[in-house]
C-alpha cells in the first residue's frame, strides 16, 4: 500500500520540485520575465488571460481528438491488413515510411492552401502525425504471432478468421494502447504545430501573438495548459490500458497520473 501510494504520489512531489527549482532559479539570477518568466507569473497569466486560454484550448482539444479519432479509425484498419497480409505490407509500408520522414511542418502550408486556415487544417496536421505510430504498432502485433501458435489452433480446426479474432486481436491490445499513448501527445504536437504555422484560433495561434507582443508569461501559460491536456488524455488512456490490458501488466507499472 504504501509503495503503490508513493508511485502515485512521485510525480506530483517531481513537479513541485522543479516548479520550486523553476522559481527560485529565477529569482535568484535575477532573469528578465520577457528571457524567463518565473513560475508564479506563468500561473498567474492562466488566470489573467483564462478566458482566452479556454476558448484556444477548446479549440485544440476538439481539432486534436478529431484527428487522433480518425487516426485510431484508418490506422487500426490498415495496421491490420498490412500485419495480415504481405502483398499489402510490400505494396503500403515503404510509401508510408517515406511520407512519415517528411517534416509535417513543411505539410501545413499544402494543406493550408487546400483546406485554408481553421479547424479543418490543424485536425488533418494532428491526424497525419498520429497516424503512422497507431500503423506500425498494430502491424507488428499480428505479423509476430507465433507461427506454432497458428499451426495448434489450425490443428484444433480454427479458421483464419477465428485466429485474427480471438489471437490476434487480444493480443495485439497492448501494442495497440501503447501506440494509443502515444499518438495522443503526438496529435497535439501537430495541431499545435498547424495552428502556429497557419494561424486561425487555438492555443500554438495565441502562443504567436503573444510571441509578436513579447508576452512571454502568457507564452508559458500557454505551454502549461497544453501539457496539462496532453496529460490528461495521457492518463485516459493509461487507465484503459490497465483495465483492456491487465493480463499483460508486468510489475513494473505506472499509475495514471504518472503513465
Not at 2 to 12: F, H
Not at 74 to 88: D, Q, S
Not at 165 to 185: H, M, N
Not at 209 to 222: C, D, E, I, Q, Y
Given at each position: ?111 493550408m492552401l487546400w483546406f485554408g486556415i481553421g479547424l479543418t ?139
Open positions: 500500500m504504501r509503495r503503490l501510494m508513493y508511485e502515485r504520489a512521485s510525480p506530483w512531489i517531481v513537479t513541485v520540485v522543479l516548479l520550486i527549482l523553476w522559481e527560485a532559479a529565477v529569482q535568484i539570477f535575477n532573469v528578465s520575465r520577457i528571457e524567463l518568466p518565473s513560475a508564479i507569473e506563468s500561473f498567474y497569466a492562466i488566470w489573467e488571460f483564462r478566458v482566452a486560454l479556454w476558448q484556444n484550448a477548446l479549440t485544440t482539444l476538439i481539432a486534436t481528438v478529431i484527428g487522433f479519432g480518425i487516426a485510431v479509425v484508418f490506422g487500426v484498419a490498415m495496421g491490420i491488413a498490412i500485419g495480415l497480409w504481405r502483398p499489402v505490407y510490400a505494396a503500403l509500408y515503404p510509401l508510408m515510411v517515406a511520407f512519415n520522414s517528411i517534416p509535417k511542418v513543411a505539410i501545413v502550408p499544402i494543406l487544417t490543424s485536425t488533418l496536421t494532428a491526424f497525419i502525425l498520429c497516424f503512422f505510430p497507431i500503423v506500425v504498432n498494430m502491424a507488428v502485433a499480428l505479423a509476430t504471432i507465433e507461427p506454432e501458435l497458428k499451426d495448434v489452433l489450425r490443428a484444433l480446426g480454427a479458421h483464419e478468421r477465428d485466429i485474427v479474432i480471438k489471437v490476434g486481436i487480444p493480443r495485439s491490445l497492448p501494442y495497440l494502447f501503447a501506440a494509443l499513448k502515444i499518438a495522443i501527445t503526438l496529435a497535439f504536437v501537430g495541431a499545435v504545430i498547424a495552428e502556429t504555422v497557419a494561424g486561425g484560433n487555438g492555443i500554438g495561434h495565441l502562443m504567436l501573438v503573444a510571441s509578436s507582443n513579447f508576452n512571454t508569461p502568457l507564452m508559458f501559460a500557454g505551454l502549461i495548459v497544453i501539457a496539462a491536456m496532453a496529460i490528461g488524455m495521457y492518463a485516459i488512456f493509461a487507465v484503459m490500458d490497465k483495465r483492456f490490458t491487465g493480463w499483460a501488466t508486468r510489475d513494473i507499472t505506472f499509475s495514471a497520473a504518472g503513465g
